[in-house]
């Protein structure tokens, strides 16, 4: 009977791995990501922050983002938007760009433990979310911060999500 179960249990991680492996980049990362760190004005008073990055599923293949990075002396990155999953990786451009003939072209993939963005350094458009010190290349949350969305509700009816999803979603990166 020993030998059954072990095989019966080897059987079963086997076809739940493989299936983990087969999933969509969207579902292994939808959640939230949340990091607070200390952080500082220019004068050298302190004070907590917190970097947040929101992933909901959309349409196939595609998910809402939501990132709200802090840097120092109270300058912010705001970004959301609709993604497509392309290739293992989100890739939002956006679909009206602020700064004309230089849209944002910013990439989400996994890199070892971590979600990670990537901009395109060619174009400056995705400065144009951000203050003076910061930025949304490079940006880094671990995984295994990911909690699941648990006011779906309030975040649908948000502004941004209604931006987002009533915009076209752009498939040329």
């Known amino acids: 009977m020993k ?6 249990i080897a059987f079963f991680m086997f076809i739940h791995l493989s299936q ?3 999933m969509s980049l969207i579902k292994k990362i939808e959640g939230v990501y949340k990091k607070k760190f200390p952080n500082a004005l220019m004068t050298g008073e302190k004070y907590e922050s917190e970097n947040i990055l ?3 599923p959309f349409e196939k293949d595609s998910a809402y983002l939501r990132f709200h990075l802090e840097f120092s002396n109270g300058h ?8 497509k999953e392309i290739s293992g990786e989100l890739i939002y ?6 700064i ?21 350094e060619v174009e400056h458009g995705c400065q144009a979310y ?27 009816s948000s502004r941004e999500y209604k931006e987002a999803v009533e915009q076209p979603i752009q498939t040329e990166c």
Do not use: H, M
């Open 100 to 120: 004309p003939d230089q849209p944002c072209i910013l990439t989400l993939f996994i890199e070892g433990d971590s979600l990670k963005t990537k901009i395109n």
């Open 76 to 83: 912010s990155c705001t970004l959301w938007g609709i993604a």
């Open 54 to 56: 929101e992933i909901v």
């Open 130 to 156: 951000c203050g003076n010190r910061g930025t949304l290349n490079a940006a880094r949350f671990k995984l295994n911060t990911r909690k699941p969305i648990r006011y779906l509700s309030r975040l649908k």
């Open 93 to 98: 451009r956006e679909p009206q760009p602020i």
């Open 20 to 22: 983990a492996k087969d």
């Open 3 to 8: 030998p059954i179960s072990t095989a019966f």
